[in-house]
């Protein structure tokens, strides 16, 4: 399983500097034009797609969840 975190709808600088102080143990990339966030459905500030191995988006939250909600998201797919 691969976790990536994509930026957008904010500065570089202050993605970089967030994912560096919160200590982010995945990669952060940068959607300056959000084309790859509105691609998944996510139209502002935060959010979590799960893509399974084959490509298949198999959940989605567009904004706050909880830890219960997003471990039974991940265990759909383990």
Do not use: C, H, W
């Amino acid at each position: 399983m691969q976790i990536i975190g994509i930026g957008f709808q904010d500065t570089r600088e202050n993605i970089r500097n967030y994912a560096n102080e919160n200590k982010l143990p995945y990669p952060v990339a940068y959607d300056d034009e959000n084309k790859v966030a509105s691609s998944y459905g996510l139209p502002y500030g935060a959010g979590v797609i799960f893509i399974s191995k084959d490509g298949i988006v198999t959940g989605r939250f567009r904004s706050g969840f909880t830890e219960p909600d997003f471990e039974k998201e991940l265990k759909k797919m383990l």
